[in-house]
T-cell receptor
């Protein structure tokens, strides 16, 4: 299909907690996955990416996990802060050789709210 | 290094008019992609340009078009505007087609 996920779920956490945002993708031919954060009135901001030859990748306070068997992607944010409140999008890109090479297909997003 | 810039940031048009939006990529980036973002449909891919050639196109009517110039700057045009074209139009640039895409702030288009 053309979209990853159909709804806009919400996640509410307390400051200092760890957050986990999940994403199910649709195309088994996708070889690149990326997480973006979008704050109100701004464009999506790159957080972290992962290629299909990896299962896990860590950044600063963030970890992305990829499970290709069940086509599932997750973003873990450690010690969540109020500044992390935003909409988080996962996106996938089909691999080389396909007609969609280079094109990102986005999920509908998850609203993360962090309470002080 | 300066980020992706988009102009104008806000635009109000009436049905039937046409509009041109501009995007300047990050210096050194040769690929520019355009997306439409609406509350109902989320982020949807419009088209992608690399070295002045359209490499990929999304499922949008022919009223939506774009181009890329030799300096990698890109424009998109929407003709015969409809109410449903009201959206945030986002531009993203990357060094190559397969690299990480970095987004600009978007142009908020309102069609009355």
């Amino acid at each position: 299909g053309e979209s990853v996920g159909l709804h806009l779920p919400t996640l509410s956490v307390q400051e200092g907690d760890n957050s986990i945002i999940n994403c199910a993708y649709s195309n088994s031919a996708s070889d690149y996955f990326i997480w973006y954060k979008q704050e109100s009135g701004k464009g999506p901001q790159f957080i972290i990416d992962i290629r299909s030859n990896m299962d896990k990748r860590q950044g600063q306070r963030v970890t992305v996990l990829l499970n290709k068997t069940v086509k599932h992607l997750s973003l873990q944010i450690a010690a969540t802060q109020p500044g992390d409140s935003a909409v988080y999008f996962c996106a996938e890109r089909a691999g080389a050789g396909g007609t969609s090479y280079g094109k990102l297909t986005f999920g509908q997003g998850t609203i993360l709210t962090v309470h002080p | 290094k300066a980020g992706v810039t988009q102009t104008p940031r806000y635009l109000i048009k009436t049905r039937g008019q046409q509009v041109t939006l501009s995007c300047s990529p990050i210096s050194g980036h040769r690929s520019v992609s355009w997306y439409q973002q609406t509350p109902g449909q989320g982020l949807q891919f419009l088209f992608e340009y690399f070295s002045e050639t359209q490499r990929n196109k999304g499922n949008f009517p022919g009223r939506f078009s774009g181009r890329q110039f030799s300096n990698s700057r890109s424009e998109m045009n929407v003709s015969t505007l409809e109410l449903g074209d009201s959206a945030l139009y986002l531009c993203a640039s990357s060094r190559l087609l397969t690299d990480t895409q970095y987004f600009g702030p978007g142009t908020r288009l309102t069609v009355l």
